[in-house]
């Protein structure tokens, strides 16, 4: 089953410009994480927060986290082409095991 | 440069036939992950191992999957009979668990099609 719900389901921007993905989930977590899948390969891991931590910054990637509304946020800043793929957000609980949102579509057109 | 490795990228198989696929994890890794991903249903736990002893298969249908680790460097994933319903890609990835948490590398997948 999958924990988080991720909006929108799909975003399309110019480059240049910054490009916003929401998570929520249900339960209490550990951490969550971003991952970021290009068409047909496997998922690439981005950036993870603690529950303890609020925003986190690598590179162009920032993310937010308020675990009161169960909800995430990731920001690309001066989007390239190159940032076109899926985007998965994912929370971990108590046991180390990974649960995957639905995905954002984001498509970079020059 | 360290990489989860998966064998075959591609399977195209008949219903009812077996059908093994292959991980290997990252050198030192202790924790191994299956996850199925399909249009429908997006990325699934299937089951995953730490230090080769399996922590948790209740995402894998029992009767026709098995997942296993012969050592530390395979994983295997089997599906006897295999049905068109198990049409998917199979991600194998692998981790190592630290206080702050663990980040998994995914490999590039197994792409089956079972007709």
């Known amino acids: 089953s999958q924990q988080g719900e991720e909006d929108p389901q799909a975003l399309s921007i110019q480059e240049g410009e910054n490009a916003t993905m929401n998570c929520s989930y249900k339960?209490?977590?550990?951490?969550l994480q971003w991952y970021r899948q290009n068409s047909g390969r496997g998922l690439v891991h981005l950036i993870l927060i603690r529950s303890n931590e609020r925003e986190k910054h690598s590179g162009r990637l920032r993310v937010t986290l308020d675990t009161s509304k169960k909800s995430s946020s990731l920001l690309i800043t001066a989007s390239r082409a190159a940032d076109t793929a899926s985007y998965f957000c994912a929370t971990m609980g108590g046991g180390n095991k990974l649960t995957f949102g639905t995905g954002t579509q984001l498509k970079v057109e020059l | 440069d360290a990489r989860v490795t998966q064998t075959p990228r591609h399977k195209v198989t008949e219903m009812g036939q077996e059908v093994t696929m292959r991980c290997q994890p990252i050198l030192g890794h202790n924790t191994v992950f299956w996850y199925r991903q399909t249009m429908m249903q997006g990325l699934e736990l299937l089951a995953y191992f730490r230090n080769r002893a399996p922590l948790d298969d209740s995402g894998m249908p029992k009767d026709r999957f098995s997942a296993e680790m012969p050592d530390a460097t395979l994983a295997t994933l089997k599906i006897q009979p295999s049905e068109p319903r198990d049409s998917a890609v199979y991600f194998c990835?692998?981790?190592?668990?630290?206080?702050?948490?663990?980040?998994?590398?995914f490999g590039p997948g197994t792409r089956l099609l079972v007709l």
């Open positions: 990835a692998s981790g190592l668990p630290t206080p702050g948490g663990e980040t998994q590398y």
């Open positions: 339960t209490s977590i550990n951490n």
